[in-house]
């Protein structure tokens, strides 16, 4: 694996979003809408750094499958999201790459009566994106690599790990074969 974002790296970018939340909001309540299950560190360091009044809901969102490492057909669960008639709304993803599933839940939320709906993530992939749309605030953007740690995931493993990297495709190899090993 190679670091792509080091922990110290990835705070000061959390803590850079979190001021230009807050800027662009001002004193208004914000509700975040964390999208399961890669953006929970992100949703939850987030959430610490924003001052002011602030509501959380989750939603699921998924186009990966297992040991997939492109996207497939867009899955959402909004069942978790709190009423969000009139609200101020961000969306908190972690990655955004072909932008399909950011464009799925802008188009759902804003159909629940948002005030407003923004965006944010902790990472744009350059070069994948399928949407004329881009996220309202972007922490870093990195090249087209499958990245893990800092709650990214190749089939549940590497979550936790505290910084952000790379795997190159022999590891997504080595990973598919002990992953599924019984």
């Keep these: 694996m190679q670091i792509v974002l080091s922990q110290e790296e990835l705070s000061e970018g959390v ?11 001002g004193r208004q309540p914000v509700t975040v809408v964390g999208v399961l299950t890669g953006s929970i560190v992100l949703v939850a360091d987030l959430i610490r750094s924003l001052d ?4 959380v809901g989750m939603v699921w969102a998924s186009s990966y499958r297992g040991t997939d490492t492109t996207p497939g057909q867009l899955d ?45 993530v ?27 740690g800092y709650g990214l995931d190749f089939d549940g493993a590497w979550r936790h790990l505290p910084y952000l990297a790379a795997l190159d495709a022999d590891e997504i190899e080595a990973a598919r074969r002990t992953l599924s090993a019984p």
């Excluded at 803590?15 to 909001?25: C, K, S, T």
């Excluded at 350059?126 to 893990?148: E, K, N, S, W």
């Design 122 to 148: 902790l990472l744009r992939k350059t070069g994948r994106a399928a949407v004329p749309l881009a996220p309202t605030y972007v922490g870093f953007d990195i090249p087209d690599q499958f990245v893990v």
């Design 15 to 25: 803590a850079r979003l979190a001021r230009r939340v807050r800027e662009d909001f």
């Design 52 to 55: 002011g009044p602030v509501r």
């Design 76 to 120: 959402l669960r909004l069942d978790l999201l709190p009423d969000l008639t009139g609200q101020h709304v961000l969306i908190v993803d972690d990655i955004f790459d072909t932008g399909r599933t950011l464009e799925g839940l802008l188009a759902e939320l804003h159909k629940r009566g948002a005030a407003s709906v923004r965006s944010l």
